[in-house]
């Protein structure tokens, strides 16, 4: 996937878990999860910015594997709204599939990257 596409679609997805945590419910779990969620989830694009302005393949792969790691952690939030009942299944499903190929393409990219850095 070329960088501009990549760059879309992590920003439309940032956009999909804003208005996902502000709908979720107005009490002390919605409000810190929603927090945590939105901090992960948001990093994702930001991060794999920094990535494109890499200095070096090893910066790349340092900022890439920032990008792997918030991608993770926005899953396991979305996991555990299920779990907790914060939020409908269905509503969440299609951002954890977005981010699943989001996190899926990250690895392959890094796996990439080190192996032409050998």
Known sequence: MDEKTFKTRTQQLAINFIELTDSLPKTQS??????????????????????????????????????????????????????????????IQPLEKEMGEILAMTVASIKTLKSKKS
């Not at 070096?56 to 996991?79: F, H, P």
């Open 30 to 91: 919605g409000s810190v999860i929603g927090k945590q969620l939105l901090r992960s989830a948001t990093s994702v694009g930001a991060n794999y910015r920094a990535a494109c302005r890499g200095k070096s393949v090893a910066d790349v792969i340092a900022k890439m594997s920032i990008v792997e790691e918030e991608a993770d952690e926005t899953l396991y939030w979305c996991d555990l709204l299920k779990q907790a009942r914060l939020v409908d299944e269905n509503i």
